[in-house]
């Protein structure tokens, strides 16, 4: 190159390229070679090396970004279609007696609009757009159970020791994520092995403590393979979305831990040499030790109603699959276009306990919609249904906090029905309820 520009007088393109210094890790930096003209000539010429480490944090967080816009779109109308499918198969399931046949037709038509909704997951992941229900997560567990999930699909001549303390405090994350991490760098690392013999070591512990209060403060999950590893360039594409080593196309698995591990303002890096293997690493912020675990849970028995419930959707066949799993519970069901339609059967029928309402609609959106109903109609709840995920569904509703009146598309009968009973049975609605048809009386 240099040889080259002295000769033509010319100055090369800008290239990228891998320094390998004797001592220390390698590095990707951009090289530039100009010629040094003295009286005319050309007299030598100088190359100019630039570290790319900051541009490349900068494009990372661009791909987040741009990732980030079309995930939330795919899966608004993707989930709108599963909730349509999934919806009507669990409504008919219902219907069915045990033993019939048929339930196993309409059983695997579910699991799989169920695996299909965890395609839009993983895109909302890469980008970090996953809503998060942030509880205590024991680590060592949530390894555990993964490995023993997954551990029959791993070939027989990959050993997978697991070395956790017992002491390892708690993170605070979501569990489900936290364990898709677990999957998809174990199956990762059975990859890199391939047909070979091998370790998949997992590993965890604390970094050092906090001084001023002594306690923990980061957790690190570390997955160690003897596979093929990786040069300095393959490393710095492993977390882009669908790169492979083997072929186009091969997933989101690398890049949705990535985007997990981001949402959890945790961080993650891998180390590799070419023939030896690799080292992933993901360090977590811990939680409290005195943190409790909460679920909420709600007596089967208890799903049936007599309220009047408005479902609002601009998708027919939505509203006629909500409005039918409702009123097979009991319930008064009412149906509406937009959010202009709602308010104005809102105004005729007054005996409206909830109102079912989808985001992005034409002549009035559930965003619009929502104040107003809020506004006028205080004792009436409102529940948001959406094909968007609790986070990019509150950048609409920054002032709120949506909690359980958040129903994410897909969703099967029983699910609703248990989120429409949970929300009715609430004190405080019920109070506002109450208080609301004694201002009417």
């Not at 790319?52 to 709108?80: M, P």
Request: hydrophobic share 40%; charged share 25%.
């Amino acid at each position: 190159g240099i040889l080259t520009c002295i000769r033509t007088g010319s100055e090369r393109p800008s290239q990228r390229m891998v320094l390998r210094p004797r001592e220390g890790a390698e590095l990707l930096v951009e090289e530039t070679i100009a010629p040094l003209p003295r009286g005319g000539a050309v007299s030598g010429a100088v190359a100019i090396f630039r570290d790319l480490s900051e541009s490349l944090k900068l494009e990372q967080a661009q791909k987040f970004e741009t990732i980030g816009v079309l995930a939330g779109g795919v899966a608004h109308d993707f989930n709108n279609l599963l909730a349509v499918m999934i919806g009507n198969a669990s409504l008919a399931l219902q219907l069915l007696e045990e033993g019939r046949r048929e339930r196993r037709f309409l059983d695997q038509v579910i699991k799989s609009g169920a695996k299909a909704a965890e395609l839009t997951a993983q895109l909302l992941a890469y980008a970090g757009k996953n809503a998060l229900r942030k509880t205590p997560v024991d680590l060592a567990k949530a390894v555990y159970e993964m490995v023993e999930l997954i551990g029959p699909t791993i070939p027989y001549r990959i050993d997978i020791p697991i070395n956790i303390p017992e002491d390892l405090p708690p993170i605070e994350g979501d569990a489900s994520q936290i364990q898709q991490i677990v999957m998809n760098l174990v199956i990762n690392a059975s990859e890199a092995i391939g047909e070979q013999t091998g370790v998949i070591e997992i590993s965890a512990g604390t970094l050092p403590h906090d001084g001023w209060n002594g306690n923990p403060v980061k957790v690190f999950l570390q997955v160690r393979d003897t596979g093929s590893g990786m040069d300095a360039e393959t490393r710095l594409k492993v977390f882009d979305p669908f790169f492979s080593t083997k072929f186009t196309g091969r997933g989101l698995g690398l890049a949705a831990v990535a985007g997990i591990v981001h949402s959890h303002d945790g961080t993650i890096s891998v180390e590799s040499t070419p023939g030896i293997g690799s080292i992933f690493r993901v360090v977590l912020p811990a939680g409290s030790e005195a943190a409790r675990a909460t679920a909420e849970r709600l007596d089967p028995t208890r799903l049936q109603g007599t309220e009047t419930i408005l479902v609002v959707d601009d998708l027919e066949t939505i509203r006629t699959f909500v409005g039918n799993a409702l009123e097979n519970c009991g319930y008064t069901v009412l149906a509406a276009e937009n959010g202009k339609a709602a308010l104005e059967l809102l105004a005729e029928r007054r005996e409206i306990d909830l109102v079912l309402l989808d985001l992005s609609m034409p002549v009035m959106t559930g965003a619009q919609a929502a104040p107003r109903i809020r506004k006028l109609y205080p004792e009436v709840a409102i529940c948001i249904m959406t094909g968007y995920n609790e986070t990019l569904a509150g950048v609409q509703f920054p002032d709120e906090e949506l909690g359980s009146r958040f129903l994410q598309k897909p969703f099967s009968a029983k699910t609703l029905s248990v989120k429409i009973r949970t929300i009715l049975d609430e004190p405080e609605r019920r109070a506002r309820a109450a208080a609301g048809k004694t201002d009417r009386m």
